[in-house]
């Protein structure tokens, strides 16, 4: 089943409640939340105060994407904020301190995942693979928004999806960055089933239509 996640990022901030309730009455499965430091990426974003305060105001999943140095240092604080999937960069520290960050958010009952920046190889994934409930690609550089779809990840994506089949079937394959109903198919076809979508939701006015044309792509 395609699953679609939203990306708050591309929401209007100062109606955050509001932007989810429409998103969740128009389909969304998770509601995906950006979370970037200005060092690991280029850009700041949100933090934990409004996951706290998003937590109380949707009973949606919450899809946290850790854009940030060294995430084992804040692991406990964003599963205790409200997350109910964090989303680890394999690119963000060393790999005993990545899986240090997974066992945290495994022990506090959260869903976890890795992530990987288009430059990072498809098998960056498989230390962490039978550990993670979902393996995030990004199809674009983390940092921002509105930015073009890279096709030469597509390949990354259908290894991802082999490595999955083999050793972790129930694992989630998710992408990120410049999805919409073009290239929606291509990555569907490559494997992957939770698609992450910012500006192409809530730069819609019709959301549940925006949802369901990439859904149905
Ligand atoms: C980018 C973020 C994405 C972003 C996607 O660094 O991780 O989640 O919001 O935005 P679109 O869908 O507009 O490319
Ligand atoms: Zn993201």
Known sequence: ????????????????????????????????FDVMDGCFVPNISI??????????????FIDVHLMIREPVRYAEAFCKAGADLVNFHVEADSEENIAAAIEIARKLGKKTGVTVKPNTPAEAVLPFLPAVD???????EPGFGGQHFMPNMLPKIETIRGYIEKNNSDCELEVDGGIDPETAPLVKRAGANVLVAGSAVFNRPDRSLAIREIRNA
């Not at 901030?13 to 429409?22: H, I, K, N, P, S």
């Not at 934990?48 to 998003?54: F, Q, Y």
């Not at 979902?134 to 674009?140: D, E, N, P, R, S």
């Open 1 to 32: 089943m395609i699953k679609i996640a939203p990306s708050i990022l591309s929401a209007d901030f100062a109606r955050l409640g509001a932007e989810v309730e429409d998103i969740r009455i128009g389909g969304a499965d998770y509601v995906h």
């Open 134 to 140: 979902l393996i995030l690609v990004m199809t674009v």
């Open 47 to 60: 933090g934990i105060p409004v996951l706290k305060s998003l937590r109380k105001a949707t009973e949606l």
